[in-house]
RNA sequence: GCACGGAUGGCAGAGUAGCUAUGCAAGGGAUUGCAGAUCCCUGGACCUGGGUGCAAAUCCCGGUCCGUGCUCCA
């Protein structure tokens, strides 16, 4: 099965097909940080590290760019809240970003482009838009003439010039400003006071909200890439606007091949959101769950559908992520990781889970695969038997829940979580070894009064007994 | 109001025509003194009204409800 991504643009499922061969560009817009990550900045930033570790799974030469868009009128406002320079409030939200993110596991995209590194770039583009008559310049600023290219009107949202010329629900903002028309956008902002500001033939200002990308894309990409994406809420008008200044600046339709937009987190069944108040950071939802079992919590829905956030929701995931390390830890013990293909059951759990992430990356049906893989490894701890077996299957974990879904951790990790645990244990070692061996000598009399007094007494030192066939087994809570 | 998307068991959530989704929760069983972990089994769903088909959760039309976008937003 070849890979098939659904293209906001002409609303279908599409063969993927690259525009040069073997070779993957790709921009996603990224955040406006003013304030600290929130999770719907983790599913869009998962969701987009899931499809390039897919693409490059299959082989594809992948250059991913993301950006910050470090200028901006809320970056400005927490500024002058905090009487700080704009840019060490980007700064210091764009560090919380990589430090959430890395915890996610998400890889870094190859470029995290920035506004304020890209103003000549910016300054051309608008330029070039003026001499090719698709901008103006108002009193205010450089506005983009939606009427010089009606035809570029609604290609993502479907909506017309006259929906929105006629009323948008009574939302029209009056031109007001410089524009000739509510529809106009502005490429370039004259600075107001005590605002930072560039320099340009326009005089000095800074860039509008849309045309960032547009630069960026084109300079780090070029003239026509491969994927675009983004959150749905960007569809419009921020994606409209790139297509219009993208495609006038360079003269070309369609400079983009596929346009990906991951769904909204909801809370109560309204989207997450800023503006709305009722979002949660991801630092925040760390107190009470694994990074990682957040990340499985959102690739538990394919990556175009809301996602309902809850705390069951995150209770669930956390079970499931922690059911996933404790057998990875079992077989990482015994055994080390190895070829699956002489096994049927691995090969055909493969098999689903490719179907599944080629049909537009279908996380779901990954993770379904994923599961019962953990099961059947479970089954082979508690046997304890048939160690090739168990190596197949920690070599097949590390290739899909490893490197694909990203829900294991690094070996380093994983051998510092060993060596942390086992020295934990040596520890505590004799002290439990002894109160085991009294409760045994108590169960041996049916003194369950006793046996349960020292049970509890081991519980209350994070050792958690677990009575077998075999007589009793312990571990340590983590 | 307009555009786009969605409606599946208690919950989460797959599935574009015919065959058990899956997980969590619930119930029953194995194991156990009890508990836990693990294993086995069970019940339970396709918003609504029409239509097309031998056959529809799945395709078509109408309705209802919900979400997103039309304003800053991942």
Known sequence: MTLRIHDTRSKKKRFFTPIKDGKIGIYVCGITPYSPSHLGHARQAISFDIITRWLRKLGYDVNYITNFTDIDDKIIKVANKEGKDFLEIANRNIKDYFQVMDSLNVIRADEYSRVTETIPEIIDMISILIDKGNAYIGNDGVYFEID?????????TGQTLEMVRSGAGGRVEGTGSGKRDHRDFALWKNAKENEPFWESPWGNGRPGWHIECSAMSLKHLGKEFDIHGGGRDLMFPHHEAEIF?????IGKENTVKYWIHNGMINVNGEKMSKSLGNFTTISET???????????????????Q??????SMLEESEKHQERLMLAYLGGTKLTNANDWSDYEFLNSASESFCNGMNDDFNTRVAIVELQSVVKKLQELLSTNSELDYISAIMGWLNEYAGNILGLIP???IVNSLLTKLDSKRNEVSTRVEDLLAQRQEARGQKDWDMADKIRDELNS????????????TWKLEN
Do not use: H, W
């Open 148 to 156: 010089t290219a009606p035809e570029k009107y609604g290609q993502l």
């Open 245 to 249: 200044q993208s495609e006038c600046c």
């Open 286 to 304: 760390f107190d009470s769950v694994q990074p990682l079992a957040l990340r499985y919590s959102l690739l538990n829905a394919p990556y175009r």
């Open 306 to 311: 809301p996602i309902e956030f809850n705390p």
């Open 410 to 412: 690094d070996k380093d």
């Open 461 to 472: 030192m994070k050792v958690v007994i677990e009575d077998g066939p075999e007589g009793p």
